[in-house]
């Protein structure tokens, strides 16, 4: 119990690292600056845009689909990662079991991958009409 | 744990997830809800670890922090008007809450202080339990192990099925 815990002692060591570095960063920040808001600086920076509205839009839904197929093949890595860490002990038979268990898997992939729900969602551009040219060379060509 | 040091950070765990927990409910956003809820899986995670459930509590990093939430966030962001929504209930049930809490609270204190001991283990484990996992799954669950696999193709198409968006039969293209 001890040993394990060590070992995470080590996580816990790089947990406080970067809390105390990111704080540290905002205080030290906070005693050297000087304060002195005005409306334009305090407004919301975007290069060469005038900020308009919310940050938080309505995302589209597609990426519910994504994020729930992301999360089947998350829990299947959970279930791979103790097999890959005895699998060079357990020889061939292990081997076919962790092909069957993700070949299984990989049938609901490519369930979701015919169904296009994999497919991202493409901007249809409607390109706007040109004017005709009656004395354009190309067209005068074409004809 | 009588190690001193083991307990303060223990505590200190302890502390955020409750206060993280609590933030998540009386929050009147539903964003700050949803990101005080990450650490609430981190909290507990860590409180795996004074387990000595190694495995598990890198599993709730992975697929709680990792995948639920990044889940509950999209969730979260799909719905209109989140920053003006002011959650507030207006059912209040005050007295049978109140009931219903007291009630649970002396259930949980008579079972923790009636219960003979926690019926420690006689072996101690040394090192990850990782591969003890990887073992036995390759063994003596290796059925379970392949069930696990239809289970998840099910959760698979059953969520793909219901999250599809159809606009219009384009999806057949």
């Known amino acids: 119990m001890d040993q394990t815990l060590s070992e995470f002692g080590n996580v816990f060591v790089f947990f406080l690292l970067g809390v105390v570095f990111v704080a540290g960063g905002y205080l030290t920040a906070r005693m050297l600056r000087p304060s002195r808001p005005n409306p334009v600086k305090t407004s919301t920076y975007e290069c060469g845009e005038e900020a308009v509205g919310s940050a938080w839009v309505k995302f589209n839904i597609r990426f519910y689909v994504v994020a729930l197929i992301f999360i089947i093949f998350d829990v299947e890595v959970v279930f791979l990662f103790p097999w890959a860490t005895v699998f060079r ?45 009656p004395a354009s060379k190309s067209t005068s060509q074409r004809d | ?34 990101f005080s809820l990450l650490f609430t899986f981190f909290g507990i995670a860590a409180l795996y670890v004074f387990l000595s459930a190694d495995f598990i509590a890198v599993t709730q990093v992975v697929v709680y922090v990792g995948g639920i939430l990044v889940l509950l966030l999209f969730g979260v962001m799909f719905t209109n008007n989140i920053m003006d929504t002011d959650l507030k209930t207006d059912v209040l049930h005050a007295i049978p809450g109140t009931f219903l809490f007291l009630g649970i609270l002396a259930a949980l204190l008579f079972t923790f202080y009636t219960t003979n001991g926690w019926m420690p283990s006689d072996t101690q484990l040394q090192g990850s339990v990782v591969e003890r996992i990887g073992f036995e799954t390759m063994s003596r669950y290796v059925l379970p192990f392949e069930m696990a696999s239809i289970l998840l193709l099910a959760a698979l198409i059953g969520a793909a099925f219901l999250a599809r968006y159809d606009n219009g039969g384009t999806n057949e293209h």
Do not use: C, H
């Open chain 2, 1 to 34: 744990m009588s190690n001193p040091t083991y307990t303060a950070i223990f505590y200190l765990f302890a502390a955020i997830t409750v206060f993280s927990a609590a933030f998540v409910v009386f929050s009147r956003n539903v964003i700050y809800s949803a």
């Open chain 1, 89 to 133: 002990q357990l020889g061939s038979f292990a081997l076919v079991e962790a092909l069957v268990f993700a070949g299984i898997l990989i049938l609901g992939l490519v369930y979701a991958w015919v169904k296009g729900d994999l497919d991202w969602v493409r901007p249809t551009p409607s390109v706007p009409k040109m004017p005709e040219m």
